[in-house]
């Protein structure tokens, strides 16, 4: 990754930070997420900045955002768009549903049916979208970041394991500390700082930099501890499901974007450490036995990477 790259990507995640306090490794992940070409799974209660902090990445891109607020009524038509016939015309004509941005937000996805969550995902998967026979691709990049509230709130729909496949990287805010609570609550005084927000960087920047983060040099022995730490999770007795494919290549290409955020044009064996819980956790599926024991994936990922042998 060239320098002018480089500061492309660190200049997009200072200006997030300053709009979100105090929570410079969430920011971090979102940017590693978007520049590795995946999607994000933003995860926590309500009122801790997720949806502040989708809005600050699509200004810091100077991208197009859309939000999509996910109610149980809402259908996948809602999403993707849908055709209407023009009667001055005599033709039908298609009308664009919020996907078509740089930079979605699906608010509260787990409080929408299965029917319509699986609208959205087929959307990050294919980067396009079919209606009456016609293919009509996205705007690029296409990043989606989806909330989702914890699964014990009223009226949710948790989303099966299948998608949250999908997300490349899961990611929660969680409450600030007090003194950063402090500087948020004076740092809104008398105006939001995301009015003050303007672009670093451009959407052809970001495209450029999921294209760089490809030449970050991954040695064998490293790739080969990827592979440890994900083969570790399909010989787990305490597990239902373990880390697929797709996992693999969504820790080694992460591996790669952090290394790249970090001045590196070589990935560490810290990297995959750092990156293993965001990107393997929600992947993986505890039996009931575990569940009930206070087991979490979190502290499933954390064993493995203790137990794994770090390569030299």
Request: hydrophobic fraction near 40%.
């Amino acid at each position: 990754m060239t320098p002018e790259f480089l500061s492309k990507a660190q200049a997009i995640e200072r200006n997030l930070s300053t709009v979100i306090r105090g929570k410079a490794e969430s920011l971090r992940l979102v940017v590693i997420s978007m520049i590795a070409g995946g999607h994000t799974l933003l995860e926590d209660v309500p009122g801790t900045g997720k949806t502040t902090l989708a809005k600050s990445l699509a200004r810091s891109i100077d991208g197009i955002f859309r939000r999509i607020q996910f109610t149980p009524d809402l259908l996948p038509a809602d999403i993707t768009g849908s055709s209407f016939y023009n009667p001055r015309e005599g033709v039908f004509e298609y009308r664009e549903g919020p996907v078509f941005a740089n930079v979605v937000l699906a608010d509260e996805i787990n409080r929408t049916s299965p029917r319509t969550q699986s609208a959205l995902l087929e959307v990050m998967s294919e980067n396009q979208i079919t209606i009456d026979g016609k293919r009509r691709d996205l705007p690029q990049p296409f990043f989606v970041i989806a909330t989702q509230n914890p699964s014990d709130f009223h009226g949710t729909y948790p989303l099966p394991e299948a998608q949250l496949d999908r997300f490349m990287i899961r990611v929660t805010m969680g409450y600030p500390e007090p003194d950063e609570e402090l500087e948020i609550l004076y740092s809104q005084n008398d105006h939001h700082p995301f009015d003050d927000l303007g672009p670093v960087a451009s959407c052809v920047d970001v495209l450029r930099l999921q294209d760089a983060i490809k030449s970050v040099r991954m040695d064998r022995s490293v790739a080969e501890y990827i592979l440890r730490l994900v083969q570790a999770t399909r010989t787990d007795t305490r597990l239902r499901l373990s880390v697929s494919p797709r996992g693999s290549l969504a820790l080694y290409r992460t591996a790669q974007a952090r290394a790249a955020l970090s001045g590196r044009t070589y990935v560490l064996p810290e990297d995959v450490r750092a990156m293993a819980a965001p990107v393997l956790a929600h992947r993986i599926l505890l039996d009931t036995k575990s569940r009930y024991t206070g087991v979490t994936p979190e502290h499933v990922v954390q064993e493995i990477i203790h137990m794994t042998p770090v390569p030299r």
